[in-house]
């Protein structure tokens, strides 16, 4: 079974920085490729950033390219979201996907239907 346990939000102000952590804890993590999702107040939920099973291929929205980025740790059974120079817009609910990847170095497109595991969320909020 899979289970997915974000943390690491936070209030913080335009400019700072937050890591958001992930822990997977099924015994497919190496076989999952993860995304994160993030939901604003009145707004749908929207694709953040993706990473494949094995690490070597990344996505991003445009919207954080430059200043987030998505790692894992296979190891830790753990996938990570650095978040870089904070906008008051990216106040959000932060979600941790994952789906099983057929390949090692693929990752799908950004449509929260290809994702079929989800964690509570954490909340991010950025003041100005």
């Known amino acids: 079974q899979v289970q997915l346990v974000e943390s690491g939000g936070g209030l913080v102000q335009a400019g700072d920085s937050l890591r958001l952590s992930c822990v997977d804890s099924?015994?497919?993590?190496?076989?999952?490729?993860m995304g994160w999702f993030r939901q604003a107040p009145g707004r749908e939920r929207e694709f953040v950033s993706a990473?494949?099973?094995?690490?070597?291929?990344?996505d991003y929205a445009d919207s954080v390219k430059g200043r987030f980025t998505i790692s894992r740790d296979n190891a830790k059974n753990t996938v990570y979201l650095q978040m870089n120079s904070l906008k008051p817009e990216d106040t959000a609910v932060y979600y941790c996907?994952?789906?099983?990847?057929?390949?090692?170095?693929?990752?799908?497109?950004?449509?929260?239907?290809?994702?079929?595991?989800w964690g509570q969320g954490t909340q991010v909020t950025v003041s100005s």
């Open positions: 996907a994952a789906k099983y990847g057929r390949y090692t170095e693929t990752v799908p497109g950004p449509n929260e239907y290809e994702y079929n595991y």
């Open positions: 099924g015994l497919s993590f190496s076989r999952h490729v």
């Open positions: 990473i494949s099973r094995g690490g070597g291929t990344t």
